[in-house]
């Protein structure tokens, strides 16, 4: 609740504009506001009769990562042990589901993303996750999961985070466009987003990258070099704010 009191803080500091709803959406496209989206990730210490996820909901909270690491909701991608979703998770998934908050699925075991999509018939998000078939990580999604997410209506943000990209640690633009490609291939244009996760990959991007202007920016100036501008539009943008119109309340 700390943080959500810095959050509404900053929020009426910087003259943000809150999205809480799918017309909250349309307006701050319409009319070029400069808005913020509540999210959380890691949802450890909250459970579904916790007056703090209702305090949340009421705050405007849209999106929910369960877990980050192991925790007392569900096991995570690093997990040496996958149980999947605990009871209280279940719990709580369905209590999002209840409060119109989106599930996103990044950071979940395998087992516990099964668990989420067999649970819940809403669409959902898989925030900043790559694709385990290009990059073998846990924290990527396998085949599967992707087009899961895809047939759910949701979408996959493409993760900047180079041990996410190569096994080696070490990335270029051919490993992005090898990503890219493949969701373009596997489930088409509108199911793939942004989700570069700039603030979680501890200053390491790939090697082509330079933190001197917009990282956004260098990304749209590459995809453009080899996809259609309406593509790169859905991918830089269109597709999640379309998802977001249709699926917050």
Known sequence: IKYLNIYLYECERLSLSKIRSGRDVFSSVDNELRSVLLTVEGGGGLFADSPELD?????????????????????????????GLTDEGKKLVNRCNELGIIIDVSHLSDRAFYDVYELSPMPFLATHSNFREICDSPRNLTRDMALKVAERGGVVGLNLYPGFLNLSGKADREDILREVDYALNLFGEKHLGFGFDIDGTDGKYPEFISTEYSIHDQIIDLLLSHYSTETVERIAGANVIEFLKNNLL
């Open 55 to 83: 305090t949340l909901a009421s705050a405007g909270l849209s999106v929910l990562g369960l877990a980050w690491d192991d925790n007392e909701l569900s096991s995570s991608a690093w997990t040496k042990n996958d149980t």
